[in-house]
């Protein structure tokens, strides 16, 4: 999983020809020419591995209570034109990326824009800390999933050792009650065994530790292989929640009160259109659920044959991700409606954001289903399932880094490298402990607000920057037209050149207006933990001025010529198109080349 083939030397083209260095993000090199890229086995592994990454648990929790909350029905359609003018574009723009240059997200776009070479390692950075506690995520699935075959579920009952009884409702007490339900001490009290904030740890939850020990082992053996070993297993991650979604939505259509629940998800509240923030939330829903920016896309187009369809890949990737979101609102709200009418409760006193949907409301809803021992383990298995598939691609993004730039050195230490992933994910588990001491939780939303919400942003603004307006919709059209014979339609350059960046900022100063600092439930954060969550946040955005000012340092003449030259693409597609790999890609001696790994 070197470099690929096409960054031979050019004979007689000293500019093309660059040397692989720390913190020098500049691509080619002899030795590259002697190890061959791998690439999936058929367009399906692409294809699937990347709506396993897109359509994750934010799909199942998030994107229904969003659209609850933003006028039901009418929230569809921002999100959609959303989608068509946001999503689509920077999905196939990172698509385009990976699979034109063959390199990682580092690489790739220090070839694009030198100057801001950073972003590249800033998006494996937050790739890597968003992969560290993400997996914390699937050691609760885990927890749930064995939990769920007990006869009676352990969360319907306020008689065990660990509720607290004065406050505990065994049925839903609604979002309006002093009580909690026994489904919310089940995930307080024993899941979580909380403390009451950030300093106190409480110690490590051993029950936690070895599941998360178990999920690591679980995301190593899917991985280790690289894509040849994740392009089998998204086979059965990728396509399995399917039959469980439609599994589950069959049945809560029949059960009463569903309709009510549907009826509230959809109803449109045409009258929010007219709020800005509905927009920028659908922006902003569509440009994390696709994950642009964590450089996931880039690092598994990487692994594309020279010519492969983009373009479609990222249709089917993008609306496949849209239909998703949707059923996951006919199933959730069915389910909640439901629930609702057994308890005589308005629907909105269910309905609620974030983990607490699918580990306390959901568990509520499944205890009072029929057959809810089939019902149970088989929901708790599909968020396996979505969760691992976002894993592997936010693991694979450090690897593929890793791999590209210290490949020879790394595999002359490891021997193979199968042990490099392993020590990253060895790594990824230490870095997870935190999250699984009894204040662990306070932890995790603590690193989730300021990764997923504050970093992210930033990094996509300079990412779109980078290629849209530094690099030039033009050279990226003509890539695309030496990838796939054809350029991009007017639609795509509108979008690439005005209208993605436009949206992007838009975002980006909507996120600093509305900030608000990190919270859990009623828990305020110290400042000190804020300090710490802004220091996460920098660990990856940091590296975007640092890149810069590198290679201005780097380059010879005025500050105005340094900054000029550190402009200047170092990726040729008129220059790359010469080279023989991508002359006869459709070779069967080519591809066969191009396709062996050692």
């Known amino acids: 999983m070197d470099l690929g083939a096409e960054h031979l030397k050019i004979p007689g083209s000293d500019e093309r020809d660059f040397a692989l260095k720390p913190l020098d993000f500049k691509v080619t090199g002899k030795e590259s020419a002697e190890a061959q890229r791998p690439t999936w086995n058929n367009r399906m592994e692409f294809i699937l591995a990347s709506v396993g990454y897109a359509v994750g648990l934010g799909n199942i929790w998030r994107f229904p209570y969003l659209c609850y909350r933003s006028g ?20 196939f723009m990172e698509f385009s990326i990976g699979q034109y240059t063959r390199l990682g997200p580092v690489h790739a776009l220090a070839r694009i824009c030198p100057l801001l070479k950073g972003v590249g390692l800033a998006t494996v950075v937050i790739s ?5 506690y993400y997996n914390v995520l699937m ?10 075959f007990e006869a009676t579920l352990p969360w319907t009952s306020c008689n065990n050792t660990w509720n607290v009884v004065e406050n505990c409702s065994s049925g839903f007490p609604g979002n309006t009650s002093h009580l909690q339900s026994a489904s919310q001490q ?10 009451n904030g950030i300093e106190e740890s409480g110690g490590i939850r051993w029950e936690l530790f070895g599941y998360l020990i178990l999920s690591w082992v679980i995301v190593y053996l899917c991985i280790f292989k690289g894509v040849k070993s994740t392009g089998k297993v998204v086979y059965f991650t990728a396509v399995f929640p399917y039959f469980i979604l439609f599994a589950l939505l069959i049945n809560n259509v029949q059960l009463p009160g569903a309709k009510n629940g549907i009826l509230y998800f959809v109803t449109p509240v045409w009258d929010k259109l007219f709020e800005v923030k509905v927009w920028v939330n659908a922006a902003a829903q569509v440009f994390n659920s696709i994950g642009i920016a964590f450089g996931s896309m880039i690092s598994m187009a990487s692994y594309n044959k020279f010519n492969n369809n983009i373009l479609r890949d990222a249709l089917i990737v993008s609306f496949t991700n849209f239909f998703t979101s949707i059923l996951a609102g006919f199933v959730i709200f069915s389910a909640i409606g439901y629930m609702a009418h057994i308890h005589n409760l308005p629907v909105d006193n269910i309905a609620t954001d974030g983990p607490g949907l699918v580990f306390v409301v959901y568990p509520e809803v499944l205890s009072t289903m029929p057959v809810h021992q089939l019902w149970a383990p088989l929901f708790f298995f599909m968020l396996l399932c979505l969760g691992l598939d976002s894993q592997f691609a936010t693991a694979e993004v450090a690897i593929t880094f890793i791999k590209d730039e210290f490949g020879p050195q790394v595999l002359r230490f490891l021997k193979r490298e199968e042990l490099l992933t392993l020590a990253m994910c060895i790594v990824g588990f230490a870095l997870g402990i935190p999250h699984v001491t009894k204040g662990g ?4 939303q603590l690193m989730d607000h300021y990764t997923a919400v504050v970093s992210l942003v930033f990094l996509a603004f300079f990412e779109v920057v980078a290629v849209c307006w530094i690099f030039g919709v033009p050279r990226f059209c003509l890539m695309i037209t030496r990838m ?3 350029t991009a339609n007017i639609y795509f350059r509108v979008c690439w050149g005005l209208l993605c960046p436009v949206l992007v900022l838009c975002i980006l100063i909507a996120s600093i207006v509305q900030y608000t600092p990190a919270h859990y439930e009623t828990y305020t954060y110290p400042k000190w933990a804020e300090g710490v969550g802004w220091g996460v946040s920098l660990v990856s955005i940091v590296w975007i001025p640092i890149g810069a000012i590198h290679e201005i340092c780097s380059n010879k003449g005025s500050f105005l010529q340094r900054v000029k030259t550190a402009t200047i693409p170092t990726l040729d597609p008129d220059a790359d198109y010469a080279l023989p790999e991508k002359q006869n890609i459709d070779n069967p001696a080519a591809e066969n080349l191009m396709t062996s790994v050692a």
């Open 186 to 195: 089940f995930f307080d009290q024993r899941l979580l065994e909380k403390t």
């Open 128 to 132: 890597f800390v968003f992969c560290t």
């Open 484 to 486: 796939l014979g054809k």
């Open 139 to 148: 050691s609760w699935a885990l927890f749930y999933f064995f939990n769920s």
């Open 72 to 91: 039901g029905g009418a929230f569809l359609f921002p999100y959609l034109i959303m989608m068509l003018l946001c999503g689509l574009p920077l999905l």
């Open 441 to 444: 939780i306070y932890v995790f």
